[in-house]
T-cell receptor, first 112, second 116 residues
Framework: SQQGEEDPQALSIQEGENATMNCSYK?????LQWYRQNSGRGLVHLIL?????REKHSGRLRVTLDTSKKSSSLLITASRAADTASYFC????????????FGTGTKLQVIP | GAVVSQHPSWVICKSGTSVKIECRSL??????MFWYRQFPKQSLMLMAT?????????EQGVEKDKFLINHASLTLSTLTVTSAHPEDSSFYIC????????????FGPGTRLLVL
């Protein structure tokens, strides 16, 4: 089964509001990453947080990681219409794996 | 920098034919490439991991003989869908990593395949 599950599945907010999406996973990880996908396009890497980190910021993005709860959250502050996209978390497991496993995704719509 | 291209971006083919999709890293050498499949409104499902000069490692449930992967050089990987059927219609995305693939993957724009 997939490593990560995200909620909500869909989120609609007004421009200027904050958007929060959550990712839960099942096993231990080396790191957790967040990606954005515009409709019908490839993925863009947003931010990576390592298992020994609790919080990370990048511009309007804030990511938290709680390894005890096996969960992460992505906060987008002061959202813009251009933030409309699907957001996926991806987890990298220890044990010699090369791959990462993607979560189910949150579809964000920011209304101008 | 770190651009990955895919060709073609769109392909329509008849059932029973084979389709080849190319994935190229344009400005870096990719020791590892990945092929994903994505159904509408769903997440990315990893199909296989490809290391240059080695046979691809396929995920459970992915048919090796149907989805042929060749990673012939450090900048090119190809996915060939053999004897395509309508259920193979999907969005195929590749990614490439110049180093640790668990930390850095650059994604191509995807290829939409429609099998009639």
């Amino acid at each position: 089964s997939q490593q990560g599950e995200e909620d909500p599945q869909a989120l609609s907010i007004q421009e200027g509001e904050n958007a929060t999406m959550n990712c839960s996973y099942k096993t231990s990880i080396n790191n957790l990453q967040w990606y954005r996908q515009n409709s019908g396009r490839g993925l863009v890497h947003l931010i990576l947080i390592r298992s020994n980190e609790r919080e990370k910021h990048s511009g309007r993005l804030r990511v938290t990681l709680d390894t005890s709860k096996k969960s992460s959250s992505l906060l987008i502050t002061a959202s813009r219409a251009a933030d409309t996209a699907s957001y996926f978390c991806a987890t990298a497991r220890p044990g010699g794996y090369q791959k990462v496993t993607f979560g189910t995704g949150t579809k964000l719509q920011v209304i101008p | 920098g770190a651009v990955v291209s895919q060709h073609p971006s769109w392909v329509i083919c008849k059932s029973g034919t084979s389709v080849k999709i190319e994935c190229r890293s344009l400005d870096f050498q990719a020791t590892t490439m990945f092929w994903y499949r994505q159904f509408p409104k769903q997440s990315l499902m990893l199909m296989a991991t490809s290391n240059e000069g080695s046979k691809a490692t396929y995920e459970q449930g992915v048919e090796k003989d149907k989805f042929l992967i060749n990673h012939a050089s450090l900048t090119l990987s190809t996915l060939t869908v053999t004897s395509a059927h309508p259920e193979d219609s999907s969005f195929y995305i590749c990614s490439a990593s110049p180093g640790n693939p668990q930390e850095t993957q650059y994604f191509g724009p995807g290829t939409r395949l429609l099998v009639l």
